[in-house]
């Protein structure tokens, strides 16, 4: 097949491309500003005002605060857990959920898909959720508190749910006329099929465990099972200037006092969002390949 | 005869309460067979970088120690006190004792007692807690701001113990010393002194902003010249009134907003961040706290100085708009969940001996302090010079408790904070314009505390009436709303319920002033 | 319409035993999520009743005092409830209206890209800005928005005249909706391209042997192959309408922009600087959700009805 190489073609790749280029140039700058001003020192970013290129003078005065947090490792490590374990489970939880839901020949199609999707508009609340979660089911200053109660996302289980429904029937039938049961079908023939958003899903629920806090704040207690992100919290807010006749400056070191909230705050996001940027490449493959709709047989 | 047994009832009564008073003697420690009690209190923040409890703190660990008490600290995640406090509640495990910044459980902590969740102290505090009842009694005022409207005693509140109400004020305008000087105008003190020099910069300063206010509008330290506080309530000749509601509030909106027109203000005041436009010399002159500046101007190099409070006219009597009050708003109250009440009752009232609040305003004894030749505190090196510190602000929570943690007395900053003995610069500088003779705080009163329903029916009027009045405000500084419609401005005000609030306001004002100990 | 015969009329209970044994797996599948549901979702559902009670967190659900309608009333006696909803409502829908194609269009742009390396770089900064806390995003925002900033430079270049953008109460929502799309556009275009991942090529191709140009391609090809995805997301979108955070509105508003910038959530937020009163959030919660919960209905009713697209 031969590639359209029309003049409007070309035109339209121009633009395409162009238009593309500078929404990835507004998108960058955010981080870069973030990544540049952290390794600023801290009166240069805070009297620095207006759009930041590179960095304020140069310090490590930032970095060295958050990463010098005794239980950064830790909290790398409990995340790491809460990540990897919890994302298994919802993903498995999501899939059985997606597939039942989708199935045309399930009687209760209809039923369950009302029920979960009711939850989304209404709950008990927090102190109803921490009642249950803790009274009935035992689990406070547990790691199954973080993971447990928010085993399933019904938004992504929709999304899960709709690209299921996308897989062409032909698969299905012929996998049926060779025998093929449920459990076969959805490993043999689904999930295979819609890997793409398969991975798309297990990003969002990847990435939205690594950011989460407020779970572990309501229910855990000891401090060895914080995740990453409650202890940047914690630095972060520690030093925070606050505006009060008891801030006391410091003869030694105003800077490190003063000044640093800013400072620790870039270094903060830096420190929390780099390990996300260097897995996302590997998700990414499994999205990207949608090369071969633009694309042709070059 | 009947006169005389009178008589001899009266003094045998008067024998009976002095010796009382007598045997009102302070605890002796270490009490016998002392268990361990868990206290949930916040962290303060700056302390966060190097404790994870309090236990770590030193004032603490001798407290314990001395008492013979032992504490178990809880402390909530940072920045989630509220949340995490009504959990536990919710949860009913709570720990034996609570301190919180301020009452937190819905409806106060009178609601809380009436739920079963903290102990009403009143009858046990002169047997546990001598020393804290002894500054109840001797001190109306502080028993007043703490009891309950009818008079009891829920929790342990701070005690400032500072003579000086005015020592407050931390909040002034700060100018570039540079500049003043430079324009020739001397020391400012009225509206037509201010103007002069906003002038000046003007004329001479090429987009330098002459003045960085609040965005909010109202600031403070200008509006003190009308009357006009940012507390909801004022008193003056013994009524309350509202400077929201006030007449005078029209006369600050021209001014400010002629100061807009003129270009004294930035267009953009409501969204300028005025530190960093004075710091970065984008702005003659910005309010703001008076230590804080001082400590980041000395350290950035720009001559700063504060000026007294804006005035109408010259030698126009001042009432501030900041007191200290006794009660220095800390709250620990004890829980129904702990066995031993009358244990938590007497560790507590440490604080409130002479002994125990130097151990928490100036840190482990004979190590952080001495006594001085005047029989005061006095900071050793250890406290002044530790070496594992890179500053004293982060000392000042782990050698010995700041802020926080539990209720105790508290002396006055100046004395207790190593910096300001350290640099006699910046206290100097904090307490400048203080010793003013035209300066009262008569017009300021202490926070009033409602009873539930008022307080249900204040607050749901006061969010709507301070929203239009926040709004409003702006309007009439950008010009946005005209201020020939300020009286319609009242009018709103009024008709949505205002005068209801001033009305609560100040009955309960009154109610408070006439409580009297029932001894 | 024939009747159906009394013979071949079954039961409930018994065509579902029937499908239970044609299709075990399913029903074996379905349970543990159902269970899950059941036990962290709808358990918990008594704390609704908190909407109607005086409730204190010590008395807990079964001790508080009832109130019925009073926390409703309390809201919406006040005077701002119709701007509060208006604010609420409009910000959502002219998100919908620019923040809901946005990424479906970056989708569709990255889709056309042939050169691989070019189209992963992209692809990969645009999603960069989600993982900005709203914080600092903010702090640009506010820093770009003053006088002198970024966003005035910008309109000096066309000559408009320089104002303080956050002041301005007609250019809030403005500010709020666009700088969302710059911070979501990204994230939110990875669902769609993972969909038009798995497309069929074939089709492609014919439309190309059929003589349709790009444009032609991209709207009878590639945009069908997302309509099930969009329309799902629209639906769902939908039923968000009564949501506005209110943390980034705290971040962005001032009291000159409360007349379209102050919604339901931040007025919620200010009250409860006045008194901690659970009772109130969770009725105006609830009030929110019922709304939504309708929005959805309704929408779907109509998706069904044209596009035979429903989310049960």
Known sequence: MVENKSFGSRLFDIINYALL???????????????????????????????????????LAGYQIVLSNPNILSGYLNTLFYVVVGTCARMVMTILGAYALSRSNFLLKRAMSVFVVVTMYFGGGLIASFLVVTKVFNMYDSRAAIIVPSLVSTWNMIILKTAFQRVPASLEESARLDGANDLVLLIRIILPVTMATLAVITLYYAVAEWNSWFTAVVYLRSREKFPLQLFLRETLISYSTSMSDEVTGSMDAPDMVLFIEELVRYATIIVATVPILCIY??????????VMMGSLKE | MKRKLLVFLLVLTMLVSASSALAAASIDYPVENGHTLSIWAPLNSAA?????????????????????????????????????????????????????????????NVAAVEDGVFIDLTDKLDEYSPAFAEILATNTEYWREISTPDGRILAYTGYKNSTDKQEGSYNRLQVRADWLEESGLGILRTIADYEAFFQWILDNKEGVIPLAIEGDGFDATLAIAFELYEANYSLRDGALYASRYDPALKDYLEMMHRWYEKGYLSKDFVSVDRQNAFETGAAAMFSYTSVDTYTRCASLGIPVENLPYLRQEEGQQLHGFYAIWPNNTVYTTITTKCEYPEEAMEFIDFGYTEFGANVYNFGYPERAWVYGEDGKPQYTDYMLHNPDYANINDSTHILKLHSGGIARMRYSDAVTIPDNVLDPGCLTYRLQWMDDPNYDIDYCIPSLVYTTEDNDRHASLWTDIKTYSDEMILKFITGAESLDNFDNYLATLKSMGIEECLEISQRTYDAFMQKTPAK | MAQPSAALKKSFPRRLARNYRQNPYIYWMALPVVLYYLLFHYLPMFGIVIAFQNFRPARGVFGSQWVGMQNFQDFFRSPFAPRLIRNTILINVYSILWGFPAPILLALMLNEVRASAYKRVIQTVSYMPHFISLVVICGMIKEFSLINGLFNDVRAFFGLERVGILSEAKMFRTVYIASGIWQQIGWGSIIYLATLAGADPNLYEAAVIDGANRFQRIIHVTLPVLVPLIVMQFILRMGQMMNVGSEKIILLYTPLTYETGDVISSYVYRRGLQETKYSLGTAIGLFNSLINMCLVVGTNALSRKVLDESLW
């Open chain 1, 21 to 59: 280029g500078v929404v990835a140039l507004l998108c960058l700058y955010p981080l870069w500003h973030v990544l540049m001003g952290s390794f600023s020192d801290p009166k240069g970013l805070t009297l620095h005002t207006g759009i930041m290129l590179w960095p304020e003078g140069f310090s």
């Open chain 1, 281 to 290: 490449p590997f998700a990414q493959r499994y999205f990207i390949t949608g």
């Open chain 2, 48 to 108: 966060a970088k190097k404790i994870t409890s309090y236990n770590e703190n030193e004032s603490f660990i001798f407290a314990q120690e001395y008492t013979g008490i032992s504490l178990e600290f809880v402390h909530p995640a940072i920045g989630q006190e509220t949340e995490s406090f009504n959990l536990m509640i919710a949860s009913e495990e709570y720990t034996d004792m609570v301190t919180v910044w301020n009452p937190m459980y819905p409806g106060g």
